[in-house]
């Protein structure tokens, strides 16, 4: 049974940084792309970053230079360092391991930037 397990969020002051992590179990992490995801109310939700099996890395134009995704195959586990938060990062962001025909959520885990 493939599980995701995020952890990390909570409530950062504008400028701030949080780290992520999502932990996966069940299936053979190092062949699979992981990426973040988030969803703010209302809102849809929108990729955040992505990093492959060989460690290509993507990032969301409102992103870039602020947040670094990274992986730890040993591990696991993908991680989000977000810097520079802004109060419109604050969402709930989900973890997402997939690869051709599986798809695999976390939970989610709440990021809420605000003074």
């Known amino acids: 049974q493939v599980q995701l397990v995020e952890s990390g969020g909570g409530l950062v002051q504008p400028g701030g940084s949080l780290r992520l992590s999502c932990a996966a179990s069940?299936?053979?992490?190092?062949?699979?792309?992981a990426g973040w995801y988030r969803q703010a109310p209302g809102k849809q939700r929108e990729l955040v970053a992505l990093?492959?099996?060989?460690?290509?890395?993507n990032y969301a134009d409102f992103v870039k230079g602020r947040f670094t995704i990274s992986r730890d195959n040993a591990k696991n586990t993908v991680y989000l360092q977000m810097n520079s938060l802004e109060p419109e990062d604050t969402a709930v962001y989900y973890c997402?391991?997939?690869?051709?025909?599986?798809?695999?959520w976390g939970q989610g885990t709440q990021v809420i930037v605000s003074s």
């Open positions: 997402n391991v997939g690869r051709a025909g599986s798809n695999y």
């Open positions: 069940g299936l053979a992490f190092n062949i699979y792309s």
């Open positions: 990093v492959t099996g060989g460690g290509s890395r």
